[in-house]
């Protein structure tokens, strides 16, 4: 009986819907007794091959059929269930990138033509990229099963198509890449993943969040760089953030992280994060840096948004210095209120005669539903209304400066393409791609 108002449900039992409902993100598989192979059904409509096209070629088509991702993801999930938490619930964004990847590969090496230097550079990638994957802790049984569906996977995209010249290149390819890979794990010392504790959590704006960590053991990371990062809000999606302030031996680090509509990990973290959760942290990638190799070049630093993380730790790590170059660094968000870390950036203006802060938002006020903000500190310059790469280039080139720019994946993209437009040096300009 119900002790409440209204129709007593107590002994219906569940509608279809609801058990579906709490059953969704269960993944049943692996308890359902004999496994299915799930690429057993041939395709109706398989990739076209045409006979004449090089073997590497035809594996590239295959690799970029829409259909790959998801196809790829079942024959993973079959074959070993490891895979099952090595990659998130929805593995077709990374199987896009992956399948970006292998696509460059195969045409670099196709169209290399014996040029060993273009299939050097291949390698390397791969050895590069096996660095970063060290923080899976993949076993040679990972790497021979993952071949073995990638194969499975493009033989079923081909259908009839698929011959022995195509298994022979295939399995060529894959094992001097998967050997590339293992190399480059192999590389590095120390350990693969270094855990960190939530030990404080600020929000300076409603979609912003300043977390802050106490690692286990110190993490040694250059001023600039990022850190692959795992936290328990995503479960499998590893995303890189840029620490704010530089390594120490007290394992501090603080990362910005501003909610992104539709963000995979972004929503759920600013949301969820807490005191005392657990993240894991590997190693540190990433190429920005303050050139002091002479002749000393003066600094334009461009930042948007969160971007200005790395960019802090730059200067953090610069105030360390007793001569550094001048350092002009534009600061820029959508309304004044997002500039959430120009205090800090003022008081180390404050101490600093070689640094200039030129505070930039798209809009002159705030909206009214961006809630309250701090009040702005003053600046020497006073903050401009307009885009970032606008209230750049107004003052002209910057050709003689060392440019490094941080920001969200459009604000780069008009940022380098606005300073190369005004006569910037291509080459003197420096970034990270997200």
């Given amino acids: 009986m119900s002790n409440g108002p209204g129709p007593d449900h107590g002994d219906e039992p569940f509608r279809a819907s609801e058990v579906e409902r709490l059953v969704e993100d269960i993944d049943l598989d692996p308890f359902l007794g004999t496994p299915v192979d799930p690429l057993a059904e041939p395709l109706e409509q398989p990739v076209p091959v045409e006979a004449q096209t090089p073997p590497l070629l035809v594996l590239r088509d295959l690799l970029v059929d829409e259909r790959f991702p998801e196809l790829f993801a079942r024959a993973l999930r079959a074959a070993d269930p490891d895979f099952r938490e090595l990659f998130p619930r929805d593995a077709t964004p990374v199987l896009r990138d992956f399948a970006r990847a292998m696509r460059w590969a195969f045409e670099t090496t196709e169209y290399a033509r014996g040029d060993r230097a273009k299939v050097d550079e291949v390698v390397e990638f ?34 009839r198509a698929w011959d022995d010249r195509l298994e022979t290149t295939l399995g060529t390819a894959y094992r001097v890449l998967s050997t590339a890979l293992q190399q480059g794990a192999a590389v590095d010392e120390g350990p693969a993943r270094v855990g960190a504790t939530v030990v404080e959590i600020l929000r300076p704006t409603r979609d912003v969040v300043v977390v802050r960590l106490i690692s286990d053991v110190m993490v040694d990371y250059h001023p600039g760089q990022y850190l692959s990062v795992l936290t328990p809000y995503a479960p499998g999606v590893w995303r890189r953030l840029s620490p704010s302030i530089p390594s120490n031996p007290a394992g501090q680090i603080e990362f910005h992280v501003r909610d992104v509509p539709g963000g995979v990990l972004s929503s759920s973290l600013v949301r969820s994060v807490g005191v005392g959760d657990r993240w894991v942290l590997a190693r540190p990638l990433g190429m920005l840096e303050v050139d002091r190799s002479e002749p000393t070049r003066d600094v334009l630093m461009i930042a948007g948004g969160t971007g200005i993380a790395p960019l802090r730790c730059l200067l953090l790590d610069m105030m360390r210095h007793a001569d550094n170059p001048r350092v002009h660094l534009f600061y820029g968000a959508r309304f004044p209120g997002d500039l959430y870390d120009l205090p800090t950036l003022v008081d180390l203006a404050a101490t600093a005669p070689w ?37 750049v280039t ?9 440019v490094i720019v941080s920001g969200s994946p459009e604000m780069l993209r008009a940022t380098v393409r606005g300073l190369v437009a005004a006569g910037t040096p291509r080459e003197n300009i420096s970034f990270d791609r997200p």
Avoid: C, N, Y
């Fill in 126 to 159: 791969a050895r590069h990229l096996g660095a970063d994957h060290r923080k899976l802790e993949l076993t040679p049984g990972h790497h021979r099963r993952f071949g073995e569906a990638l194969a499975h996977t493009l033989r079923h995209l081909a259908g």
């Fill in 394 to 402: 107004q003052w002209g080139s910057w050709a003689d400066r060392q």
């Fill in 355 to 391: 640094l200039t802060i030129q505070p930039v938002a798209e809009e002159d006020e705030d909206p009214w539903w961006a809630g309250p903000r701090q009040d702005l500190p003053r600046t020497l310059h006073r903050r401009q209304t307009g885009t970032l790469v606008r209230a």
